[in-house]
């Protein structure tokens, strides 16, 4: 029995998170929806115009790691936080979580990542990422034993930024299941059809799950296509980490041998659900949630 | 015309905020609802065995402080953070919100303090301050002009634990004006009775303002007593800064000279928003919050 469900490589991060209205975007110069990438001169001059914010762990990966440990998953991650205090917060949280996290930290510079994330009213967030100790997350960070005693290794598509982690992730992967939003196969595939990209990726992936906010999600498997619902919401405060947690829930899912549409409702519940806190990591047990929607 | 409304004096803290059951309570000796009080290595292990967190601004007075500028109002407020990453988060988001802020940063250690909340079920919350920097704050750190310069000087009760506090007090305080919940002048006053409580800080304050959770609260000035309903909320989600923002609110009001019952609807708008959110600070603009409610 492999030792992980999932193992996560991703860019380890701590989210600075506050609310803006549109204005304030555009007035800095911010593309909204967007994940803009920072250096420290700007992460200096937006901090300094951002309002009160509340910090949280977060990189895409690491969301779905910790979802899936929510969930009852094991799950590992790799990352690169350096040795300061925004990386001992990084370390700690996902520990907490459950998730294996054994990456040898930077000591010193440069400093532990950090992304001001921008929530305009309508939930939108808008990402400004300082990569920080990240970028030196290479192929000696891949640690074997995890890396071969996992059923699924996941990464997320941040991680070709930092130059030296595509070597980390060519040591590990196999592209079996993407995972994407309508816009970035729409992007993809240079196509403004839905339908035309997602017959695309059909042939290209051997899974395909496709995520299209409050429309729910479409998951592909060669010739099969399944049609998942998105949850009913109360109110919709902050995307941030929906379609981390969405692939939290199908990986957990699809780990434990549950059917597409299981796996998609699961990714559903888990999106809905951090949606409508701030913050990318949902402080529910996805478990226990889980099991009161009686889909576990 | 004085430079500011409210000059807020108390410790420099950031929080670090997870939820937990009331069994954790227990197995880990934290006295719920209370400020425990804790040194380095306590606050080690508590961390290790806290799951995951957000982070927080925080500090009684300076919550205080920052409800007052989310209001509009003008404030000022003297606490001490070291220069490392948590204080440079804590003048962050004090600065950000509008409050003039220029105490002089430790260098060095100890470190800026942190507060470890836990927050149960029932939105109790239960603190474990470790206060670093804080007991550095001193008479060297009252800023003269801005003592004189402002028509209500506050200060939280919880300075009397760092030793230095007191004399930085006494160079600025007169107790004119009281904030206690119910359990704490029923402790002062030594007696089991709320009412016989009430009576005995009618003498001893010129006003004196006692909440009582879900049951409001209370104002006296002198013979006069005014009673002030809480306000509906939707979930009690975490009661963390509670009094704080209730003090924001009447303070205030009571500098922009209006009625205590005024006074007292403003404080209990700003806590009842609070206690709807985890984490001490309120997300939402108090002034346009209080246009909203009719109360400005």
């Known amino acids: 029995m492999p030792d992980f469900d999932v193992l996560c490589i991703g860019n380890a991060i701590v989210d600075i998170i506050a609310q803006c209205d549109d204005a304030f975007l555009e007035t800095n110069g911010i593309i909204k929806g967007a994940m803009n990438l920072i250096d420290t001169k700007r992460a200096e001059l937006l901090y300094s115009r951002m309002g009160p914010a509340i910090e949280a762990s977060g990189g895409s990966a690491g969301n779905t790691a910790a979802g899936i440990a929510s969930f009852g998953g094991r799950a590992a991650f790799f990352g690169k936080v350096s040795n300061d205090p925004?990386?001992?917060?990084?370390?700690?949280?996902?520990?907490?979580?459950?998730?294996?996290?054994?990456?040898?930290?930077?000591?010193?510079?440069?400093?532990?990542?950090?992304?001001?994330?921008?929530?305009?009213?309508?939930?939108?967030?808008?990402?400004?990422?300082?990569?920080?100790?990240?970028?030196?997350?290479?192929?000696?960070?891949?640690?074997?034993?995890?890396?071969?005693?996992?059923?699924?290794?996941?990464?997320?598509?941040?991680?070709?930024?930092?130059?030296?982690?595509?070597?980390?992730?060519?040591?590990?992967?196999?592209?079996?299941?993407?995972?994407?939003?309508?816009?970035?196969?729409?992007?993809?595939?240079?196509?403004?059809?839905?339908?035309e990209a997602l017959a695309a990726i059909r042939k290209d992936c051997k899974i395909a799950a496709v995520t299209r906010s409050e429309k729910g999600s479409v998951i592909v498997r060669g010739e099969e296509t399944v049609t998942i619902q998105a949850t009913t919401i109360r109110e919709l405060v902050d995307t941030t980490g929906a379609g981390d947690l969405y692939?939290?829930?199908?990986?957990?899912g699809y780990t434990s041998g549950r059917s597409l549409k299981d796996c998609g409702d699961l990714g559903s519940l888990a999106a809905g659900l951090v949606i409508q806190q701030l913050g990318p990591r949902p402080r529910q047990n996805l478990r226990s949630a889980a099991q009161l929607a009686g889909l576990l």
């Open 86 to 195: 925004l990386g001992e917060i990084y370390a700690h949280d996902i520990h907490a979580q459950g998730v294996a996290f054994d990456t040898r930290p930077l000591e010193g510079q440069p400093p532990t990542a950090r992304s001001m994330i921008f929530v305009t009213p309508d939930g939108e967030r808008s990402m400004n990422t300082y990569l920080g100790a990240c970028i030196e997350l290479g192929p000696e960070d891949v640690e074997a034993d995890k890396a071969s005693g996992a059923k699924v290794t996941y990464f997320e598509g941040y991680l070709w930024d930092p130059p030296r982690a595509k070597e980390a992730i060519r040591q590990t992967a196999k592209l079996d299941i993407v995972f994407a939003n309508s816009h970035e196969i729409k992007s993809l595939y240079q196509t403004k059809s839905f339908d």
């Open 247 to 252: 692939a939290a829930g199908f990986l957990y």
